[in-house]
């Protein structure tokens, strides 16, 4: 591969993402291989994100790999007012890759230019996380069988996730068909529908959840009071955004619901149980997923 | 009268800046460094234009820029022509040109962005060359022309 980094997802030609999904298909038949033995992995977490940490830590070990770095940046130098490039310039000393979530948005291209060791970017502020989107793209593959013409519902906070605006930016080479429910205040912002208007690719907008009947993938993500300037607004519109079973009944079969997660009220849990709830799988699928990004960036798969 | 005009306007040796936009003049003078210079300077702004709506002039005696000054301008006044005059006549015209990238010129307009948090020099891909508009090679955040500014 050419990248030696992982920043950004759209670094990657569909070529490319589809070697990550096939290397994590791959490791999902046999998950423990000692392919990083030796190695050493920094994650370096600017900011706390259990959840993504722990899978990449999780992934790391199946690896047979050891890695080493902080949860959050109080507990490391850049409390005492190190720059990150400092912090970068030293850490990739000790490691043959860094793994890092940050705040500020560019951050982890930054930091691929002045680390000698190749950087996966785990989030950067509001802006990229591609390691959740080629999970994303993994588990709508494996429940769907392809990744081309599907109808893809995003529904929530449209305005700020990040991990919609990447998925949707992914999905742009696959003729996707996008659906977008969310409040008024949190709608998909502009830029993104233009980016759909220059590929030529079809949209619908909805305020309601609802019709959910040509879905073949349902994308919820959670709605979160410091998104409204109106406090009123989400009163009114929390409990408008949660999936519920009967939602879900007359959809397609092969509809699934994901998540990125964590997830708070935005699914009701007794939708846990329906088939068509794939959030659980989906978060297993991100460490084979993550498995493939390691080895690949480091040319040992 | 219009002799008159003439002897007030025209310059022997150096380099007239023509269509800057009326609202990008003071941004050519600051990218220029014009404020700086000891040669004589006349400028007009708000003539009428048809291109440009109102448009300024510049005329600066005795210097003449290297291209890569004159790209810097590119992004507040990307229609500028250059007439480089000598013994009053001019003898070579160039256009601004906007560049497919840009190198430390413009500030990032993402408060959150790691080049303004930093001490880097900032990188952006032009994604619009009329009306300009520059995507930050590290926030990947879109920087308008109105919101553009200048180191």
Not at chain 1, 129 to 141: A, G, K
């Amino acid at each position: 591969m050419e990248n030696k980094n992982l920043v950004s997802i759209t670094d990657y030609s569909k070529e490319e993402i589809f070697e990550i999904l096939d290397l994590a298909a791959e490791f999902e038949k046999n998950p423990n291989q000692n392919l990083l033995n030796n190695k050493v992995i920094a994650t370096l977490f600017f900011e706390p994100s259990t959840r993504t940490r722990l899978s990449f830590e999780s992934a790391i070990s199946r690896l047979g790999g050891k890695y080493i770095g902080f949860t959050d940046a109080s507990s490391s130098s850049v409390s005492k007012g190190e720059s990150l490039k400092d912090t970068i310039m030293t850490v990739a000393n000790y490691s043959d890759m860094i793994i890092m979530r940050h705040p500020i948005e560019g951050s982890a291209r930054w930091a691929s230019e002045v680390s000698r060791v190749p950087v996966v970017n785990a989030g950067d502020g509001a802006n990229q996380h591609p390691t959740q989107t080629l999970l994303d793209l993994y588990s709508i593959r494996k429940t769907q069988g392809t990744l081309d013409n599907l109808n893809i519902f995003f529904v929530g906070d449209l305005k700020y996730g990040r991990t919609v605006h990447s998925l949707l930016q992914a999905m742009a080479i696959f003729n996707t068909t996008y659906h977008f429910i969310s409040p008024k205040e949190l709608r998909i912002p502009d830029e993104y529908k233009l980016f759909l208007d220059r590929k030529g690719l079809k949209y619908h907008e909805y305020r309601e959840l609802e019709e959910l009947k040509d879905a073949d993938i349902i994308y919820m993500t959670r709605i979160q009071r410091e998104r409204f300037s109106d406090p009123m607004e989400y009163e009114k519109t929390k409990n408008a955004y949660i999936l519920k079973n009967e939602m879900l009944e007359g959809t397609k079969e092969n509809t699934k619901v994901l998540h990125p997660l964590p997830r708070v009220n935005e699914i009701d849990t007794n939708v846990d149980e329906n088939e068509k709830a794939y959030y659980f799988t989906q978060a297993l699928n991100g460490v084979y997923t993550r498995q493939a990004i390691i080895t690949h960036i480091l040319g040992l798969k | 009268m219009d002799d008159k005009k003439l002897q007030v306007s025209a310059i022997k040796d150096g380099t007239v800046i023509d269509h800057v936009p009326a609202s990008g003049l003071f941004k050519v003078i600051n990218i220029l460094g014009l404020d700086k210079l000891d040669k004589q300077i006349t400028f007009g702004t708000n003539f009428e234009s048809k291109r440009l709506g109102r448009k300024a002039i510049i005329k600066i005696a005795d210097v003449f820029f290297k291209d890569d000054d004159i790209n810097r301008i590119a992004l507040v006044a990307p229609e500028a022509k250059l007439n480089i005059i000598r013994d009053y006549k001019v003898i070579e015209k160039k256009i601004v040109e906007v560049p497919d990238s840009i190198k430390g010129i413009a500030k990032c307009m993402n408060p959150k962005c790691i080049t303004n948090h930093e001490g880097i020099v900032t990188k952006f891909t032009v994604v619009s060359k009329k009306k300009v508009s520059i995507k930050c090679h590290y926030c990947e955040k879109i920087t308008d022309s109105e919101h553009m500014e200048i180191f």
